[in-house]
């Protein structure tokens, strides 16, 4: 139950923590923004009237400059000497975290205010840790904080040597829950669920390692993920072979001699020709719906009502509903079986042919109606064919039967019907829990060997495949076409680099409106097209399709390349340091491995090289 | 923002007396951490919570139980320790490490953020001496032959690729995979598996892991693919530091959260009550409002 409190000022709640004894605390907000003007609010509304330890942090602050130059200046360099107060989030870069973190440790800072990623990784702990939502930001949207969340917010309470005891506040805030709080407390941590799955480069790799795809199939089912599969796969193995007892069991008894194959062929007959009885209409109604939805498509004059005298020329259909053009030149919108007639010719849907379409109705109209289907006849085929199944049927049975002991062992096969199905079921269940971890591997082995970076029947990698498994990137399959391509020959060091930005970075995030320039346009355009051409291959094979470019990345990619400085960077880009710094350093890291490809595309390799020592300078190292 | 919330509050201040906040507008008065103001009354409630509140005498270190049995344990199979963050699983790497070194053995201690690579780098060319450890990382490669690397666990993993296909061994004695729940990370987990799957049965596996709710079930898938036993160590009591937890009031006034029975203390739970039967009461005003909407 949401305990709905008015938040506290950040300076009113950390009087509140002091008046305790409380302090420091980690302050868990739900946004970054929120945690910078938490701090700086903090920072205005109180003030560290003990100059020492405000001497203290301006020294600690001067000595971190000579080490991490790119802090000098920082826009919260006087929040935190003069409040004793910092934020702490993703958005900030790694130098300037690790300042608040050895400010904290040195017991220089009162208070931080940070977002959930401070939980994850590096030690650095407070007093007190402060809660305001029970909710967490997670991909849609809002969500309740999990139990292991949770835990990895509270592990921050209490230093080991530091404090006798820790501490978790749960502070008022307008989506505050002390209830779910306290139960999550309790909860049992989070069990550990494997995320295993298949990748370009892994299969590549293991190919390429072990020669067939059999023993990469191996490798693949000793995942944690194919574990908990594998305990069901013999589970359903045992159920199989006591199914399979059952039924020969209740045959044997009777007295008929057949054997399994029979039983479950038996099964699958009767299970095939229910299913063809299913799917034929079975009233006219049915059918001539049907029959209707096969038949209206745009362009198609059609009558409307019993009569069908009311003409409407369609121009669009989609899941049963129609639209289309009245005689008097109005829209319609209506549902199929609303249609009494359909006519047959298809006509042009310009605005010059609409009055042509409905004067060739009026005047043909008999001779272009289209006719309707009879039930009888469909009937007809339908009995034809269950005749086919009846007559298998019966020769599931062994031929030297007299008509009782047929009798008898149709009967029996009968009986044991739904035991049949279920074993059906179960081999059905096995089959598939056995391809599941496998078939992922094998639609990416197809698609590389589309590409020729595998020999899929000889199961084999070949030279180009080779250097794609050495190129340890995001996306090695499209940046190996581009490579293969020649696409990277001819670029500049700096569009290069732009272009492994547009690729690497997350497909989302905004860097700006920085100009690109036109061969960067050019090179992105022809990006784009073998991005099309390998997302349809990966399409046909049913992979999910690959994130877009983003532009703004390469944009602001190709400045830095070119030297902008950081700060003008970050001013233009209107981006959060944190996220440029991430985006940089992850397209720095995807250069470097393509400039390993010396033998393969030495000329690339040349470019990328040059690229990334551009990239990867400071702060971005 | 402030304003809006300030707003809300002042409406409801005449309903609630506990929850009445000052009267002062908090914006006017600027909070001197000097002037603390007077402490406040403590119930006897509160007192209980904060307890033994402060730092303790310094002592000289000595090893928690859990980790000389980890220690102890890692000369015979592969080890996973679960334990929170802070509570000293480090120290059985350091120590595991130190002891091979001793012993002219290698290590590699992967970690899955860039950050907590340059730190325990840091920590170990302190420890060992700069000569005795490298740093491989996306970006960064230093000293990359010294007997103790610590790294990413992407570059260990390709490492292993590349062992693979080249036929030759990976050149380490122990890894070390720090922050071993990352194996359940959407993006990145499979590389954890992998790297657990293809390490060699002879390289002892060190797993140091946050708590999680099925550590014996991952141990015994580990001895599984690998053929060899893995260890299972928790820290009992699960935190290095006693955890207490309040409630603070929006009048400042704090309240133990729970109640010796570990259920919700009977102020909170009033409040929480009282919360329910105002959404109840309201949600029956708007669902009658909102039908008789549909009739008109």
């Known amino acids: ?621 | 923002m402030r304003s809006k919330h300030r707003g809300s509050r002042d409406r409801r201040g005449g309903g609630n007396k506990s929850h009445r906040g000052e009267r002062v507008p908090e914006n006017k008065r600027r909070e001197e951490i000097s002037d603390r103001g007077p402490a406040p009354a403590l119930t006897r409630d509160v007192r209980k919570l904060l307890e033994g509140i402060g730092t303790p005498k310094a002592a000289t270190f000595k090893p928690d139980p859990f980790q000389t049995e980890a220690l102890a344990a890692l000369e015979f199979e592969d080890v996973l320790v679960t334990a929170p963050t802070g509570s000293g699983k480090t120290w059985i790497a350091r120590e595991e490490i130190r002891r091979l070194i001793a012993a002219g053995k290698r290590a590699w201690y992967t970690t899955p953020l860039k950050a907590l690579t340059n730190s325990k780098y840091q920590e170990f060319t302190a420890e060992f001496g700069a000569s005795q450890v490298g740093i491989l990382t996306g970006d960064r490669k230093e000293n990359s032959d010294a007997p103790v690397i610590v790294g990413t666990t992407e570059i260990y993993r390709n490492q292993l690729f590349d062992s693979l296909r080249g036929g030759e061994d990976v050149r380490t004695d122990l890894v070390i995979l720090d922050e071993a729940h990352y194996l359940a990370d959407e993006d990145r987990g499979h590389v954890w598996e992998e790297a657990i799957i293809l390490t060699p049965p002879r390289i002892r596996l060190l797993l140091l892991s946050a708590t999680i709710g099925n550590a014996n079930q991952f141990a015994s898938w580990i001895e599984e693919v690998r053929g060899v036993k893995c260890g299972v160590i928790t820290r009992p009591g699960a935190r290095p530091v006693p955890l207490r937890v309040a409630l603070l009031l929006p009048d400042k006034r704090l309240l133990p959260l729970l109640d010796d029975n570990g259920r919700l203390n009977g102020e909170v739970r009033v409040l929480v009550e009282r919360a329910r039967e105002d959404r109840n009461e309201r949600s029956a005003r708007f669902g009658r409002r909102s039908r008789r909407r549909f009739y008109e």
């Not at chain 1, 805030?173 to 306290?182: F, K, L, S, Y």
């Not at chain 1, 042919?353 to 009937?379: M, Q, S």
């Not at chain 1, 051409?533 to 944009?555: C, D, H, R, Y």
């Open chain 1, 1 to 621: 139950m949401k305990l709905s409190m008015p938040e506290m000022p950040p300076a009113t709640l950390l009087t509140a923590l002091s008046n305790y004894n409380l302090l420091p605390a980690i302050v868990f907000l739900p946004t970054r923004r929120r945690c910078d003007q938490a701090a700086s609010e903090a920072a205005t509304m109180r003030r560290d009237s003990n100059d020492k330890r405000r001497e203290e942090r301006r020294d600690f602050l001067r000595s971190f400059v000579e080490q991490n130059p790119e802090i000098r200046g920082h826009r919260h360099w006087d929040t935190i000497i003069r409040g004793g107060v910092a934020s702490h989030h993703a958005g900030h870069i790694p130098g300037w975290k690790l300042v608040i973190e050895k400010m904290m440790s040195a017991g220089l800072l009162d208070a931080i205010f940070a977002t959930a990623t401070v939980a994850a990784g590096v030690d650095f702990p407070a007093r007190t840790v402060v809660l305001t939502v029970a909710d967490a930001r997670g991909n849609q949207g809002w969500r309740p904080l999990t139990a292991s969340e949770l835990q990895q917010m509270t592990g921050r309470a209490g230093r080991r040597g530091r404090d006798n005891v820790g501490f978790v506040v749960v502070a008022p805030g307008i989506h505050q829950d002390p209830e779910r709080i306290a139960e999550l407390l309790k909860s049992p941590p989070d069990p550990l669920v494997s995320q295993f799955r298949a990748t370009y480069t892994t299969l590549l790799n293991l190919l390429d390692a072990f020669g067939s795809f059999a023993q990469v199939r191996q490798i693949a089912e000793r995942s944690f993920a194919h574990r908990n599969a594998a305990t069901d796969i013999v589970r359903l193995e045992r159920a199989q072979v006591e199914m399979e007892q059952t039924i020969l069991g209740k045959v044997k008894a009777s007295g008929c001699d057949l054997n399994l194959s029979s039983v479950t062929g038996f099964e699958r007959l009767v299970s095939a020709r229910s299913q063809l009885q299913d799917s034929k209409p079975q009233t006219r109604a049915e059918m001539f719906y049907r029959w209707l939805d096969e038949q209206v498509l745009p362009g198609r004059v059609v009558g409307i009502g019993r009569t069908g005298r009311r003409l409407v020329l369609v121009t669009e259909k989609r899941d049963g509903n129609v639209r289309g053009i009245r005689e008097d030149g109005r829209s319609a919108s209506f549902g199929v079986e609303r249609i009494g007639r359909v006519y047959s010719p298809t006509y042009r849907l310009k605005e010059d042919f609409v009055e042509e379409a409905f004067e060739d109705v009026r005047t043909r109209g008999r001779e272009l109606v289209l006719h309707e289907p009879r039930l009888k006849d469909a009937r007809a085929e339908d009995s034809a064919a269950l005749q086919v199944f009846d007559d298998s049927l019966d020769s599931i049975l062994p031929k030297h039967l007299n008509a009782d002991e047929k009798q008898k062992c149709t009967e029996i096969l009968w009986s044991v019907l739904s035991e049949a199905d279920e074993l059906h079921q179960t081999v059905r269940r096995i089959e598939s829990l056995r391809d599941e971890v496998w078939a992922p591997f094998e639609q990416r082995a197809r698609v590389l060997s589309m590409f020729g970076y595998l020999d899929f029947v000889a199961e084999k990698t070949t030279e180009r495949g080779r250097w794609l498994a050495d190129l340890h990137v995001d996306r090695p399959l499209l940046i190996g076409q581009a490579l293969e391509n020649g696409l990277f020959n001819h670029l500049s060091f700096s569009h290069l680099a732009a272009i492994i930005a547009a690729l690497t970075a997350d497909e989302d995030r905004d860097y700006g409106e920085l100009e690109l320039e036109d061969p960067l346009v050019k090179a992105l355009a022809q990006i784009e097209e073998i991005a099309f051409t390998v997302s349809t291959e990966e399409w046909k094979q049913g992979i999910e399709p690959a994130p877009e470019l983003n532009f703004s990345a390469a944009a602001a990619t190709a400045n830095w390349a070119t030297g902008m400085e950081w700060s003008d960077l970050v001013d233009e880009t209107r981006a959060e340091e944190g996220d440029l710094f991430r985006m940089l350093s992850r397209t720095g890291e995807a250069l470097l491995q393509i400039a390993g490809l010396r033998k393969a595309h030495p000329r690339a390799a040349q470019t990328a090289s040059i690229a990334a020592d551009a990239v990867l300078r400071e702060p971005v190292r």
